[in-house]
């Protein structure tokens, strides 16, 4: 079970709304006064989470596992995706150089966070 779906059956209960009344999920939120999406939610408290470890001393264990390399190689296969490549570097880097002043990190975090996330393509049958 998907986050996504989790969070608006949640809403839907709460909001004793039922599949059967064809309400979208955007209008349950809308109705709810709950805009964000719970994937939105997540991507802000991990852009939270990075700009407290940028403003770290760089002696400290979370600043040193984030930005630290290992020596050797991995195992033959697919190679894992680290936890700061599920981000665009451009933003990355952007967010580096605010980390230092919160309240523009703050507004970016925000703004970042509030972008849309890209819609499924259509089905082929037109659902």
């Given at each position: 079970m998907s986050a996504t779906y989790l969070h608006s059956r949640c809403l839907?209960?709460?909001?004793?709304?039922?599949?059967?009344?064809?309400?979208?999920?955007?209008?349950?939120?809308?109705?709810?006064?709950?805009?964000?999406?719970?994937?939105?939610?997540?991507?802000?408290?991990?852009?939270?989470?990075?700009?407290?470890?940028?403003?770290?001393?760089?002696?400290?264990?979370?600043?040193?596992?984030?930005?630290?390399?290992?020596?050797?190689?991995?195992?033959?296969?697919?190679?894992?995706?680290?936890?700061?490549?599920?981000?665009?570097?451009?933003?990355?880097?952007?967010?580096?150089?605010?980390?230092?002043?919160?309240?523009?990190?703050?507004?970016?975090?925000?703004?970042?966070?509030?972008?849309?996330?890209?819609?499924?393509?259509?089905?082929?049958?037109?659902?």
């Amino acid at each position: 079970m998907s986050a996504t779906y989790l969070h608006s059956r949640c809403l839907r209960r709460i909001a004793r709304i039922t599949y059967t009344e064809h309400v979208t999920n955007e209008e349950v939120r809308r109705r709810l006064k709950s805009p964000d999406t719970i994937l939105n939610k997540i991507k802000r408290q991990q852009l939270r989470w990075l700009g407290h470890v940028k403003r770290m001393d760089h002696d400290r264990r979370p600043k040193i596992s984030l930005e630290g390399t290992i020596d050797g190689s991995r195992p033959r296969g697919r190679p894992s995706k680290r936890w700061i490549e599920n981000f665009d570097q451009k933003r990355i880097v952007e967010l580096t150089r605010t980390a230092h002043n919160r309240t523009t990190y703050r507004a970016l975090v925000n703004a970042l966070s509030k972008e849309v996330a890209p819609k499924r393509p259509a089905r082929m049958d037109g659902t």
